[in-house]
């Protein structure tokens, strides 16, 4: 974090975005941060790779990290902190996912959007469960309707989904392998 202090403040860009980011309730847009603070968007995206090269490599074993998702950022816990924050709070630690779920959401993460009937496909079973199931968790949401017939809805995964499983954008997900005799997805 060695952006260049802000004379007023003393602080660096990085910091007071970090401190922004802490105090805010929901995650946010680079053009919001800027005009929160009177600056160009290309230089509060700089002060937030900072602040990311900090989390990720200037700091090993930090608690926090920045997460990105769809336009928006938000600071958030590492994944590994998550046992002790439930136990902390008295939250209920048997939110585990089957293996049912894991799957569908397999699908919906990379083929999001996707609708039902193509998470069926994909999987060769009824998802209406599970889908259900991955609603109410909000690790997934309703991102529209498709021009298909019938127009099904279209799911895609959320700011939660990327938390559960400690990734810092959808970017992060790992490649795609597939069996040499599958087709490529679709």
């Known amino acids: 974090m060695n952006d260049e202090l802000l004379p007023e403040l003393?602080?660096?860009l990085p910091a007071l975005l970090e401190a922004i980011l802490f105090a805010s309730s929901s995650a946010t847009t680079v053009a919001q941060l800027a005009a929160a603070l009177d600056l160009p968007?290309?230089?509060v995206e700089s002060g937030l790779t900072g602040l990311e090269a900090f989390y990720l490599a200037g700091q090993p074993g930090r608690g926090l990290r920045l997460q990105r998702f769809k336009?928006?950022?938000q600071l958030t816990t590492v994944p590994?902190?998550?046992?002790?924050?439930?136990?902390?709070?008295?939250?209920?630690a048997g939110s585990r996912l089957s293996s049912a779920a894991l799957e569908a959401l397999?699908?919906?993460?990379f083929q999001q959007p996707v609708t039902r009937p193509q998470v069926d496909a994909i999987r060769g079973v009824n998802s209406d469960g599970v889908i259900k199931n991955l609603l109410g968790k909000g690790l997934i949401t309703e991102l529209g309707r498709s021009e298909a017939v019938g127009r099904p809805i279209l799911y895609g995964t959320t700011p939660e989904f990327l938390q559960y499983f400690g990734l810092?954008?959808?970017?992060?997900?790992?490649?795609l392998k597939l069996e040499p005799d599958s087709e490529e997805p679709q």
Do not use: M, T, W
């Open 10 to 12: 003393n602080l660096d």
């Open 41 to 43: 968007v290309e230089q």
């Open 71 to 73: 336009g928006r950022i």
């Open 80 to 92: 590994e902190a998550a046992p002790f924050i439930e136990k902390y709070l008295g939250l209920e």
């Open 106 to 109: 397999a699908v919906v993460a």
């Open 168 to 175: 810092d954008s959808l970017e992060s997900l790992p490649p």
